[in-house]
């Protein structure tokens, strides 16, 4: 079992960054994949980038180009940069283990 903590949500103006953070209770070099998924209300959640234990990457096409997810083994935490947001970006944030374990999520509203 992993213990998932996510910070770094806000209110950003279109075309701004932010930077979520997610730090697991144990090393992720242990878990062979960890991910960022998103939710807007009315919407079904979504997966937005993912990262295996190698190192390899995914992201949602939606996304490609402007995330850059990456992990630091050494503090357990797994990032999501997030460059040029749009409106569209407006959702709770949720880090994700092995598609079984959850963060509690952060809100990522993106208005002017």
């Known amino acids: 079992q992993v213990q998932l903590v996510e910070s770094g949500g806000g209110l950003v103006q279109p075309g701004g960054s932010l930077r979520l953070s997610c730090t697991a209770s144990?090393?992720?070099?242990?878990?062979?994949?960890m991910g960022w998924y998103r939710q807007a209300p009315g919407k079904e959640r979504e997966m937005v980038a993912r990262?295996?234990?190698?190192?390899?990457?995914n992201y949602a096409d939606s996304v490609r180009g402007r995330f850059t997810i990456s992990r630091d083994n050494a503090n357990n935490t797994v990032y999501l940069q997030m460059n040029s947001l749009k409106p569209e970006d407006t959702a709770v944030y949720y880090c994700?283990?092995?598609?079984?374990?959850w963060g509690q999520g952060t809100q990522v509203t993106v208005s002017s």
């Open positions: 994700n283990a092995v598609a079984l374990y």
């Open positions: 144990r090393n992720i070099l242990s878990i062979a994949f």
């Open positions: 990262i295996t234990s190698a190192g390899s990457t």
